[in-house]
């Protein structure tokens, strides 16, 4: 290079120029450099090869980075699904550039980043320092090729997305990501699925989400991440999902949420939280699954949720919270399954409840519960399975259930309930399992229950029970199993059951009753072990069971019962027969006299029904037609008119057993 000698010799500028001729170069080319100080003055540069590296060191006191100029060095990839349709954006030296994707898996695509030509089985890329590909349908071992090849090639790939406002899925499904650059995202918009199911990923990048609205399912399924950075997320509105299923982050930062509504299923399944963070939620209504399944944490702040209007699972299964905060919940409509299986709470707070209207399953599985609040629950409808499984509560409160219709399952297993309070039932229609294993409770309050329809299995193994309301039940139809093995029950009311059609089971090893009412059945069709294993007792009354098509085991195992009416089916009439309708029906009734015999099977025979499908002669015959009667041989053998119905009834297509012998 050419000096001037002047300079060399000038007291003001020699000194200048012999400081840099003892030091390194200031941006290091691999080729000499000499930085000329004469103001207006060129630097002195040897010529640069033109395919060689080049380093940089930014004016802008960013990373230095290493320049390669790619010119001949291809990447070709394909796909490996039927089809993909979706966009590249590539950032190179000279700008950012895209191209559309559409090919199918024996395409190969290539990229030129001068102008994106997309040529099949040749291309170039040239000086590309970062790459943004949508949809995720790439294999992930191509992938990691292109991730390994192009993801961040130093400072310049921290400014290469700036004009991006998208990131829509931009990384979605990339399982083989490891760790993630700094990249420029402060113009994005949109991180909708940005990184989900990067599970490999173990740490993440304070990137700049500034402008950031819509993160949801942003971060999920990154499964591998410990820990989280505190972004700032000031603009974001939508946070479902964001964080659902990163069951390895142990906690959490304080980002900001003002902004955000919905925060539905954000950290479902963060499943080793063991604390949460005071972030503002004030703006948010929806945090229905919000801390599902949280099952680590063990306290929870009290944070603002006076806006929220759905609360539907938001603790669902957070089993090692041992309290809760009074938070404000004026506005919640939802609150199902909300604190679902919270089993280690041992008290709740009296929240504002007032507004809900669903409470289904709401307190269900928190069987470490021993009391609980009286809540507001006047809006309340349906309480279904409301506090089934809350086996340590000893009593409950005359909570507000006037509009409540469906109260199925809503206090079964409820082990250690003594009492029941008088609460208003007066609108439930449902109440199928409602008190089903209350094996605690000694008595029950007359509830209005005159709009239930269903109360299948409702008292259930509630075996402490001595004695039974007369309840208004002129709605019911469905009785299964109502007071089934309601084993200390030694009397029954005369309750209305005139609607009823499934009695099934209905009273079924009521092993203490001594008597029983005759209620109105005259609507039952369905009789199937009824009273089976009521061995207390001894006599039955004449109910109307005229509609009756199946009555197998109905009085089966009633040890006791010695004494049968006479005219018992004289009108009965079915619509049809079911095969087996008779079948065990007597069946080790060991104490039923001989007079008892003859009533049975007299009276049927008075009937005129034929043991055919119909019922009538012609149709067609039951598969089992047999009639089952055990009796005590000790009160006599059959008489006359016992032996004169049997030939009667096999002329009928009947068979008859008595103890175990076909006639």
């Not at 394909?78 to 090919?103: F, H, K, P, R």
């Not at 590309?128 to 990691?144: A, H, K, M, N, R």
């Not at 399944?293 to 063990?298: A, F, K, R, V």
Request: glycine share 6%.
């Amino acid at each position: 290079m050419a000096l001037n000698l002047s300079t060399l010799t000038d007291s003001s500028t020699s000194a200048g120029i012999l400081t840099d001729l003892a030091k390194s170069a200031s941006n290091l080319e691999l080729v000499a450099s000499l930085e000329n100080r004469v103001s207006g003055g060129p630097n002195a540069t040897q010529t640069t090869a033109s395919e060689q590296a080049v380093a940089k060191i930014p004016t802008d006191g960013s990373q230095p980075y290493l320049l390669m100029d790619l010119v001949d060095d291809e990447y070709e990839f394909t796909t490996d699904s039927s089809a993909v349709n979706g966009t590249i954006v590539v950032a190179t030296l000279e700008g950012t550039y895209s191209a559309n994707i559409s090919l199918d898996a024996s395409t190969q695509y290539d990229l030129q980043a001068r102008g994106v030509a997309s040529t099949p089985n040749h291309g170039f890329l040239k000086n590309v320092i970062g790459y943004l590909i949508t949809p995720s349908q790439l294999s992930d071992s191509e992938i990691t090729k292109i991730e390994a090849y192009f993801v961040d090639k130093g400072a310049a790939a921290r400014s290469a997305f700036g004009s991006v406002t998208s990131f829509t899925e931009a990384w979605k499904d990339c399982s083989s990501l490891t760790s993630f650059p700094l990249i420029d995202t402060s113009s994005g918009t949109s991180f909708f699925r940005t990184w989900r199911s990067c599970n490999s990923l173990t740490s993440f990048p304070a990137i700049d989400t500034s402008s950031g609205t819509d993160f949801f399912a942003a971060w999920y399924n990154c499964s591998s991440l410990t820990s989280f950075p505190l972004l700032n997320t000031s603009s974001g509105t939508n946070f479902g999902y964001a964080w659902s299923n990163c069951t390895s982050l142990t906690s959490f930062p304080l980002i900001n949420t003002s902004s955000v509504t919905s925060f539905q299923s954000a950290w479902f399944n963060c499943n080793s939280l063991t604390s949460f963070p005071l972030i503002d939620t004030s703006s948010g209504t929806n945090f229905s699954q919000t801390w599902q399944n949280c099952s680590s944490l063990t306290s929870f702040p009290l944070i603002d949720t006076s806006s929220g209007t759905n609360f539907n699972a938001a603790w669902l299964n957070c089993s090692t919270l041992t309290s809760f905060p009074s938070l404000n919940t004026s506005s919640g409509t939802k609150f199902g399954y909300a604190w679902q299986s919270c089993s280690s709470l041992t008290s709740f707070p009296l929240i504002d409840t007032s507004s809900g209207t669903n409470f289904t399953y709401a307190w269900s599985y928190c069987s470490s519960l021993t009391s609980f609040p009286l809540i507001d629950t006047s809006s309340g409808t349906n309480f279904r399975f409301a506090w089934a499984y809350c086996s340590s509560l000893t009593s409950f409160p005359l909570i507000n259930t006037s509009s409540g219709t469906n109260f199925s399952v809503a206090w079964y297993n409820c082990t250690s309930l003594t009492s029941f309070p008088l609460v208003d039932t007066s609108s439930g229609t449902s109440f199928s399992v409602a008190w089903y294993n209350c094996t605690s409770l000694t008595s029950f309050p007359a509830l209005d229950t005159s709009s239930g329809t269903t109360f299948s299995q409702t008292w259930y193994n509630c075996t402490s029970l001595t004695s039974f309301p007369a309840i208004n039940t002129s709605s019911g139809t469905n009785f299964r199993f109502a007071w089934a093995n309601c084993t200390s029950l030694t009397s029954f009311p005369l309750i209305d059951t005139s609607s009823g059609t499934d009695f099934n089971n209905t009273w079924a090893n009521c092993n203490s009753l001594t008597s029983f009412p005759a209620i109105d059945t005259s609507s039952g069709t369905d009789f199937r072990y009824a009273w089976n294993s009521c061995t207390s007792l001894t006599s039955f009354p004449l109910i109307n069971t005229s509609s009756g098509t199946r009555f197998g085991g109905a009085w089966n195992n009633c040890t006791s019962l010695t004494t049968f009416p006479s005219g018992f089916f004289d009108s009965w009439s079915p619509a049809s027969v079911s095969s087996a309708v008779f079948n065990l029906t007597w069946d080790n009734c060991t104490s039923l006299t001989a007079q008892s015999v003859e009533n049975i099977l007299t009276s049927l025979d008075t009937s005129g029904v034929y043991g055919t499908d119909t019922g009538a002669s012609g149709g067609t015959q039951l598969a089992d037609n047999t009639i089952d009667i055990d009796y005590d041989t000790a009160t006599g053998s059959l008489s006359t008119a016992t032996n004169s119905a049997i030939t009667n009834l096999k002329s009928k297509n009947w068979a008859i057993s008595i103890n175990s012998v076909i006639q």
